[in-house]
């Protein structure tokens, strides 16, 4: 029952849902402060969501980790009167910290300081519902994951590597990262990996950045969105990405069996599930990840995305471990 509880929240349909006044014409939620701890759902040195690692381990301290993740969470904010959350709504907080924080951020606590700020998302509807209006509210999100951003490398960073981690609207907002703060910058020396998950990602945005091709390769990005496989999407959501093999860290089309994966993670990180997942990836429009899962509830799914990061969470925990090694010994 637990887990339809957490699919009827995410997945509640999204059609429909409309704006009560154009964008223009609302005054939109106060700035986060990020100064301010309450308005990050992560930061290192305290005890909170992206803390969550299997039982199996043992906890890594933060002051034994030497790069440090800056993470952007997807879409919580499903529907309500205005175009962008609030970062003082609690439920939305919780929402936030509970699921991808959660099941997402997480990933990366075994080897990078975690921080993860809080945003004024845009409400679901400006990806299904194109117009100016949620065009606008993108940008006042992406404000202040930018502003964010900021405040982490002035105050934060201090020299540190950085690996650039998001999802869904997360994705398209780090993308943007990407352009204005690594794309040919000096700060592109300090980039150990991005990975932009379930958004469109393509190397035509970029002057320098490219797809990473190996597990260890470093300085590049990572992007995929999942599908059942078999399953050809409609709508535009997948044209023109670019996807990795999870499995494997590379570009090519053949399938992967389930044995290759390190384990799927549905709704308990201290339960691995191994040999339940297999992928490859297929070309339409697009190159999208084409997923054979047998862990549970994954047959009820033909888009994947909001199970991007679970499917192949442990294969991606070692990788983080294995680019963030690769990186060190590239400068030493």
């Known amino acids: 029952m637990k887990f339809f509880v957490i699919i009827a929240i995410i997945c509640v349909p999204v059609f429909g849902f409309t704006q009560n006044q ?17 308005n990050w759902s992560a930061l290192p040195f305290r005890d909170d969501a992206a803390d969550a690692f299997p039982k199996q381990e043992d906890w890594v301290s933060d002051s034994l980790k030497e790069v440090d993740v800056f993470y952007v969470h997807p879409t919580m904010y499903l529907k309500g009167k205005q175009w962008n959350a609030d970062v003082t709504d609690k439920r939305m907080n919780k929402k936030v910290d509970t699921k991808p924080v959660h099941f997402q951020a997480s990933v990366f606590n075994q080897t990078c300081r975690v921080y993860a700020p809080r945003y004024r998302q845009a409400v679901v509807t400006v990806f299904y519902e194109k117009s100016e209006d949620g065009e606008k509210a993108l940008e006042l ?29 997360g994705t398209r907002h780090s993308r943007k990262l990407l352009q204005e703060y690594f794309d040919g910058t000096e700060l592109q020396e300090k980039l150990v990996t991005a990975y932009m998950i379930g958004f469109t990602v393509n190397k035509g945005m970029y002057q320098t950045l490219e797809m990473c091709e190996n597990a260890t390769e470093t300085g590049c990005y990572i992007a995929w969105m999942s599908y059942k496989q078999g399953y050809e999407p409609d709508g535009t959501f997948h044209r023109t990405t670019e996807s990795i093999n999870p499995l494997t860290w590379r570009l090519d089309t053949a399938f992967v069996d389930a044995s290759k994966g390190l384990g799927t993670v549905v709704l308990n990180l201290n339960k691995k599930y191994t040999n339940k997942t297999g992928a490859s990836i297929h070309y339409k429009d697009g190159h999208y990840l084409w997923v054979k899962s047998k862990a549970p509830w994954m047959g009820f799914f033909k888009n994947m995305h909001i199970l991007d990061y679970n499917l192949f969470w442990h294969d991606i925990r070692k990788n983080v471990k294995d680019r963030v090694d690769a990186y060190f010994g590239a400068k030493h």
């Open 22 to 38: 154009p964008f223009d014409e609302q005054t939109p939620p106060p700035a986060p402060d990020y100064a301010l701890g309450e």
């Open 141 to 169: 999100a992406y404000s202040d994951v930018k502003r964010a951003f900021d405040y982490y490398l002035e105050h934060y960073n201090q020299g540190r590597p950085i690996i650039i981690a998001s999802h869904s609207q």
